[in-house]
């Protein structure tokens, strides 16, 4: 999940979230620090991994299992944090998929993106990336975008990120704002969550079939 | 047997009990289409109260139709729903114990609001919800010896009066919620459903010739000016005798005394219960029941028992936690059951009992 | 728990392994170096949340990139040495059978009964069990566990790298923040306008 808003990287530190109660004493004793500095924090959890600089704070975990131990930690953090301006936040989704065929690699990106149209400027025309935006149905958000490219991690992999925006009201209180980031992260990060999944398992069914 | 979906009549009194194991809601039909609701539970979909499920289904308009809305206390088994209940019953007063009329309860509301953050929120959440809809607070605080409600008919009345929470016990009361605000300090925990009960409000209906005691989750105590101990000091008019009574804290002994039996009951009086679930305890336990068996020869539960099995899951799933719970594990139930009790208004008929989606005689 | 589909197995078994890059600074100029072929942009979208376009030059060789780039502002004083962020996640890929939300209803030595709440089938009959605290793995959370205590509980797959999968369990407390001096100057003015609602100033 990531913020966006007047942050203060130095507080962001494991000891901080120990003694605001949202993490234990041990896990902030073994966190890996790589940085706390005026402009810019980062730094691991056992679960989590925490990057904030003054305009942004981005909390990830690839661990499924702590889908609602990061909402809560979130949460916890601006509600502790109750004075920080916010702009907006979101919600992202990100998953590497190996092809074992390269064939079928190439055919994905082919039906992504049609190359006839291209065929006549370039020779061997690819596709580098696809970004696709619009509503997901039901959404508060003002945009999902899905974004679709050759993994940079894997050979013959496809890298699919979906991100969802929502930006919040200028007008609105802070302690407003604080509502709706929890009110959104309640309803919707997991429809967030079980959209992003099914995105992937229909985009990527037909290339997969034994 | 009659429809389980006609209304009553508009002479008739009704007493309906439901409950699904977990969780307690008293619905009463008090004369001509208006209607009393006490605490509340969800209905079988978890998240519709089963208060309003009920009273929609055999057609009674809530908007209009329901005059009192009572909370007896704030714990998870008696005020799920609650806040619907009253958003929807805007025709409504809500009432609730003077114990929570104390810097101290508002104290205790607005610690937990900051941190609402428990996906299964805890009743002091139903209760700060209902304090947004109401603007200005409960309409009506209830404490022993009040009043709440009084109508008069052509040459007789019905009135609601509160027998508790005790002068003393509202004082000790305040004490305990300043305790539960320390404990929080050293970190948000959920608020939990044991004490204090004894800041229950019971509640008296007095109807031209019988009477209906609701005990709601009132315990016995040891101090005389507390509990049932005040309840049974009040001056009661002989009008007051009741002959339906549902029975308090789910038949637990520590919501008995014989007292109550012998001066505030007729012999044998119509009894109903809604039974609880805790860790490995459940209420009524066998004894409690032969205890109240002792009593009344009308005993009726909500449902029994009050646990089920839990439901079968994936293979990995039942031994994961069959390694971790061994054989201490087992469900709630989703669907309450009902006791519905019916009789004229003027005490000419008995009560006519329906015992409906698992309710049974015990 | 079914056959993986194809596809499952692919996405199973392609949890991107980060390659672990070091970043250098020397001033407003920051150095990285890789041991694999990682790409250093996804370093930066991913972990900083700077796009792509922030200027980077790179020489690269095979299985190794060596280069500098620049991030005005950033790190212009003492030398910081940064990993990706997503270096040490992502060690194993988990499937999820079930989880709850556990409330601690009661506790008895080291025994705690919880009512479970289905946290991906809310209208799922709430399941009641009784557990020892023991199965908390950290000594703190064990001690600060009482009546009222929030758990999530977690049972699922985790699949480790070689391709063994194994059964998990997990129990960890719901982390709710402390109530600090700001907040509870905020309580108190909530709960000030609450006793004006109750009418208890007029007392």
């Given at each position: 999940m990531v913020l966006l808003g007047d942050f203060n990287p130095p507080i962001l530190a494991p000891h901080w979230l120990f003694s605001t109660g949202l993490t234990s004493k041990s896990e902030a004793d073994e966190a890996k620090v790589d940085v706390i500095h005026p402009e810019f924090s980062n730094f691991q959890l056992s679960w989590a991994a925490i990057a904030c600089d003054k305009t942004r704070l981005q909390i990830e975990t690839s661990d499924i299992a702590k889908e609602f131990e990061l909402r809560d930690m979130v949460f916890g953090i601006i509600t502790v944090l109750e004075h920080i301006p916010l702009r907006a936040f979101g919600f992202n989704y990100s998953v590497h998929v190996k092809f074992n065929d390269i064939e079928v690699w190439h055919r994905f990106g082919h039906d992504c993106t049609p190359k006839a149209i291209w065929s006549d400027y370039l020779e061997k025309p690819g596709m580098r990336s696809l970004v696709i935006e619009g509503k997901r149905q039901g959404a508060t958000s003002k945009r999902t975008q899905i974004k679709v490219e050759p993994s940079p991690e894997i050979e013959t992999g496809v890298h699919i990120h979906i991100n969802e925006h929502f930006v919040l009201d200028n007008e609105k209180t802070e302690s407003e704002k604080r509502k709706e980031i929890e009110t959104a992260g309640s309803s919707e990060y997991p429809e967030f969550l079980k959209h992003s999944k099914y995105v992937v398992q229909n985009l990527l069914e037909n290339y997969f079939k034994e | 047997m009659r429809n389980r979906l006609a209304q009553p009549k508009e002479d008739e009194v009704e007493v309906s009990l439901f409950g699904p194991g977990y969780g307690e809601c008293a619905v009463v039909h008090l004369y001509a289409g208006e209607w009393l609701v006490i605490d509340s539970c969800y209905g079988e979909d978890r998240k519709t109260p089963v208060a309003l499920n009920y009273l929609q289904n055999i057609g009674v308009d809530v908007e209009q139709a329901v005059k009192w809305v009572i909370a007896t206390h704030w714990h998870d088994d008696h005020i799920k729903g609650l806040a619907q209940v009253v958003n929807k019953a805007t025709s409504a007063k809500f009432a609730c114990s003077t114990a929570l009329k104390c810097q101290e309860f508002c104290t205790l509301i607005a610690t937990m609001d900051n941190f609402s953050l428990v996906e299964e929120s805890s009743g002091i959440n139903?209760?700060?919800?209902?304090?947004?809809?109401?603007?200005?607070?409960?309409?009506?605080?209830?404490?022993?010896?009040?009043?709440?409600?009084?109508?008069?008919?052509?040459?007789?009345?019905?009135?609601?009066?509160?027998?508790?929470?005790?002068?003393?016990?509202?004082?000790?009361?305040?004490?305990?919620?300043?305790?539960?605000i320390a404990k929080q300090k050293n970190g948000i925990k959920r608020l939990p459903s044991t004490n204090p009960n004894h800041l229950s409000v019971v509640i008296q209906l007095v109807f031209p010739n019988f009477a209906v005691l609701l005990g709601g989750d009132l315990q016995k105590d040891t101090q005389p000016d507390q509990g049932w101990n005040a309840v049974l000091k009040l001056e009661r008019?002989?009008?007051?005798?009741?002959?339906?009574?549902?029975?308090?804290?789910?038949?637990?002994?520590?919501?008995?005394?014989?007292?109550?039996?012998?001066?505030?009951?007729?012999?044998?009086?119509?009894?109903?219960?809604?039974?609880?679930?805790?860790?490995?305890?459940?209420?009524?336990?066998?004894?409690?029941?032969?205890?109240?068996?002792?009593?009344?020869?009308?005993?009726?539960?909500?449902?029994?028992?009050?646990?089920?099995?839990a439901r079968r899951k994936m293979p990995a799933i039942d031994r994961e936690m069959k390694a971790i719970a061994g054989k201490k594990q087992s469900a709630l139930r989703n669907k309450p059951g009902h006791i519905r009790a019916r009789r004229k208004i003027n005490g000419e008929s008995e009560w006519e009992i329906q015992l409906l989606d698992g309710a049974r005689a015990l | 728990m079914g056959t993986s589909t194809p596809l499952e197995k692919a996405i199973d078994s392609s949890a991107p392994d980060p390659p672990p890059i070091t970043f250098q600074s020397d001033g407003a100029e920051l150095k990285l170096s890789t041991t694999t072929g990682g790409k250093p942009h996804q370093v930066l979208t991913s972990g900083y949340g700077y796009s792509s376009d922030t200027a980077i030059k790179l020489n690269g060789d095979n299985g190794a990139i060596k280069g500098t780039l620049r991030l005005p502002n950033l790190w212009d004083s003492e030398q910081s040495k940064v990993k990706t962020m997503r270096a040490d996640l992502d060690s194993f890929k988990r499937v999820i059978l079930q989880q709850w939300e556990a409330v601690v209803d009661s506790k008895d030595g080291d025994q705690m009964s919880m009512r479970l709440f289905d946290l991906k089938d809310k209208y799922a009959p709430v399941e009641v069990v009784t557990i020892s605290v023991d199965e908390l793995p950290q000594e703190e959370d064990r001690r600060n566990t009482t009546v009222g205590s929030v758990l999530y509980w977690t049972i699922g797959y985790e699949r480790r790298r070689g391709g063994q999968r194994m059964r998990f369990t997990e129990i960890r407390p719901k982390r709710l923040p402390k109530i600090d001096h700001t907040a509870q100057l905020k309580i108190n003015m909530k709960a000030r306008k609450l006793a004006e609602k109750f009418g208890l100033d007029e007392e």
């Open positions: - | 139903e209760l700060s919800e209902i304090l947004e809809i109401k603007d200005r607070g409960p309409d009506q605080w209830l404490s022993e010896n009040s009043c709440f409600f009084r109508k008069s008919l052509s040459d007789s009345t019905i009135e609601g009066h509160a027998l508790s929470p005790a002068a003393a016990t509202i004082t000790n009361g305040h004490r305990e919620i300043a305790s539960m008019p002989q009008n007051w005798q009741s002959d339906c009574y549902k029975i308090p804290h789910h038949g637990s002994h520590n919501g008995h005394d014989d007292r109550i039996w012998n001066e505030m009951l007729y012999p044998s009086p119509l009894s109903m219960l809604t039974p609880w679930v805790r860790g490995s305890k459940d209420l009524p336990t066998k004894d409690d029941v032969q205890r109240i068996k002792a009593k009344t020869d009308k005993l009726f539960t909500t449902v029994w028992p009050p646990r089920v099995s | -």
